[in-house]
């Protein structure tokens, strides 16, 4: 979970440099859910979590 969060960190830092400030709000609150989840051992959250990656892939992409 610490190893996705640090890479998705990389992500929004990156994302953010573009640009896509809508996206680096889904990602503030990803980022919640993430500390959440590995608080409570919620691997179920991380379906939400793969879904999200998605949006930041979008963002890579300057979609």
């Known amino acids: 979970m610490l190893r996705i969060g640090s890479l998705m960190r990389l992500e929004v830092s990156d994302c953010e440099q573009r640009g896509c400030i809508h996206q680096l709000h889904i990602m503030s609150l990803l980022w919640l859910l993430v500390s959440d989840c590995e608080q409570r051992g919620c691997f179920h959250r991380l379906h939400i979590m793969s879904l ?4 930041v892939c979008v963002c890579e992409q300057g979609v």
């Open 52 to 55: 999200l990656w998605l949006q």
